[in-house]
């Protein structure tokens, strides 16, 4: 049967392509026309815009090419855009040096008043680069996104201007290896007062980037709403000596995360303390360090007396519990048990072994776990020991 073919991709509903379209990157939105006329245009109305500039270090062409490119392709779709701007996401390798042209896409967003998402990320795959690259320091125009619900920055310098009336709307929030003091780090937390996610990520490479870098106490001060807590170790400092409880109890608090070395007295004593603190608590995952010698200091000889923490520790609707790179050292199994024994309502407690830790070894963290030769009030839960 001759006839003209349809045009299936022509035919899908407009909000549909709209949906397809945010989740490619803008460059490749941009191509659509070769699929269908009826795409040609959608871009215009998206309200997530997404700009990544590795899709351009494919070419051959120069370094200055890709980054005319990469900036005319942002500036060509701000310009002609005729809706809403929601979210805004860039992603910048650190050699593209484009700091000028994204204050001017920060001022552009911020006359519009519409932006909920900002996602801005500098990037590099060598790490040595990333130590000593000059960081892009935020225009003041962009402490002006009142708006904002969702921020996520990466690799950036952060100075709050003398005239900062905070993020009244902001509900999530996540730093990685930024640039900031610990006095403006209290400040914009504390100017976010409906805060409910919280994350704080450095590396050992640039744990230098957060400068003096705050305690679990100076923190748990400026995060009375937060409901989901995520904190690496190499952004965080962690008190000295036994501290029972935080001054301030984290009662909202649903979800925690946190990069520890349970070798090291300090930093056990210090997240014992954040989950003690924390008495709505439903999930709590650790992620232990693969090779305690990277930690760069000595770890302890002497355990930390868990039975210290037993006592006034309540977890009554903890349902999950997540291990990662189990070493079935005394310290990390002790906190298993802690808080097995103190969780009436945990479903899950998974753990995920260390690549050194035998098949022996396996069996046998299987077995003490399986067993009721420690005090628990939740019989029910379900034990997985996995690689």
């Known amino acids: 049967m001759k006839g003209k073919s349809q045009d299936r991709i022509s035919d899908l509903p407009q909000d549909t392509i709209e949906k397809i379209l945010t989740h490619m990157p803008i460059q490749d939105a941009l191509k659509t026309s070769i699929l269908s006329r009826k795409w040609r245009h959608c ?32 500036f060509h779709v701000l310009m002609l855009h005729n809706g809403p701007v929601l979210e805004f996401s860039i992603s910048v390798n650190i050699n593209t040096k484009i700091d000028d042209e994204i204050d001017q896409i920060i001022l552009h967003l911020s006359k519009s008043k519409n932006i909920k998402k900002l996602i801005c990320k500098f990037w590099s795959n060598d790490v040595m680069k990333l130590l000593f690259f000059k960081r ?6 962009f402490f002006s996104l009142h ?57 050992q490479n640039n744990s230098i980037a957060l400068g003096n870098k705050c305690t679990f106490l100076e923190l748990s001060k400026c995060l009375p709403s937060v409901q989901v807590l995520k904190i690496s170790k190499y952004s965080i400092k962690f008190a ?15 979800i925690l995360f946190l990069d520890l070395c349970f070798l ?9 303390s954040v989950i003690r603190s924390s008495p709505n608590l439903e999930k709590i995952k650790i992620e232990l360090c693969w090779i305690h010698m990277l930690c760069g200091e000595e770890t302890c000889k002497g355990l930390l007396d868990l039975q210290d ?11 999950e519990l997540e291990i990662t790179s189990f070493h079935n050292y005394a310290p990390e199994m002790e906190f298993v048990k802690l808080i097995m024994a103190k969780s009436p309502m945990l ?41």
């Open 43 to 74: 871009w215009k109305g998206m309200p997530k815009l997404v700009f990544d500039d590795k899709y351009l270090n494919t070419s051959p062409s120069s370094k200055e090419i890709k980054r005319y490119k990469f900036v005319n392709a942002i």
């Open 136 to 141: 892009y320091k935020l225009p003041s125009v």
């Open 147 to 203: 708006g904002l619900e969702h921020l996520h920055l990466t690799h950036c310098v952060i100075e709050l201007p003398l005239k900062f009336n905070g993020f009244i709307t902001l509900r999530s929030l996540e730093l990685c290896n930024v640039n900031i003091t610990v006095k403006t780090l209290q400040q914009l937390l504390t100017n976010c007062p409906i805060l409910e996610e919280f994350i704080l990520i450095g590396s």
């Open 240 to 254: 000295k000596g036994s501290m029972q409880k935080l001054p301030t109890s984290l009662v909202h608090l649903r």
């Open 264 to 272: 090291k007295q300090d930093e056990l004593s210090n997240a014992l």
């Open 309 to 319: 923490y037993y006592l006034g520790m309540k977890l009554d609707r903890l349902e």
């Open 347 to 387: 479903k899950k407690a998974r753990i995920k072994l260390n690549s050194d830790v035998s098949v022996d070894q396996e069996n046998k963290i299987l077995r003490d776990l399986l067993r009721l030769t420690f005090p628990r009030v939740s019989l029910g839960v379900d034990v997985i020991v996995e690689r």
